[in-house]
């Protein structure tokens, strides 16, 4: 299932959420695709989500913050616990709803 998108530029686009299956965490491995308006095919946008090694989804705010907030505004996940830190960035613990892994196209 796909969704409409407008970034933080004012592209709109339509958006795909992929699973590509697990971390070695076990934690679900998310990538979004995306299809410009007017245009036929399908190509990466973006990872959703990251890998910090401690069992719990994180989403990458690193490389697509506008996309945390569009995720969490729509109610596909909500914020639990403390946000964890990497390097440079801090990454926000999220928890995913069932409603979210309906909308998955799984490869």
């Known amino acids: 299932m796909s969704v409409k998108y407008t970034s933080e530029y004012g592209t709109d686009y339509e ?3 992929i699973n590509k299956g697990t971390y070695m965490d076990g934690t679900p491995a998310i990538e979004v695709g995306c299809k ?7 190509e990466p946008y ?3 989500t990251v890998c910090l ?6 989403i990458d705010t690193n490389n697509v913050k ?3 907030e569009f995720v969490i505004e729509n109610g596909w996940a ?5 946000p964890v830190t990497s390097g440079f960035c ?3 613990t999220v928890e995913f ?5 309906d909308m998955f196209w799984c490869e």
């Open 90 to 92: 801090t990454y926000p």
């Open 15 to 17: 958006l795909e959420f």
């Open 36 to 42: 410009e308006e007017g245009c036929d095919w399908w």
């Open 66 to 68: 506008h996309l945390c």
């Open 78 to 82: 909500k914020v639990v616990g403390e």
């Open 46 to 48: 973006a990872d959703l």
């Open 53 to 58: 090694g401690d069992g719990k989804s994180h």
């Open 97 to 101: 709803t069932d409603g979210f892994a």
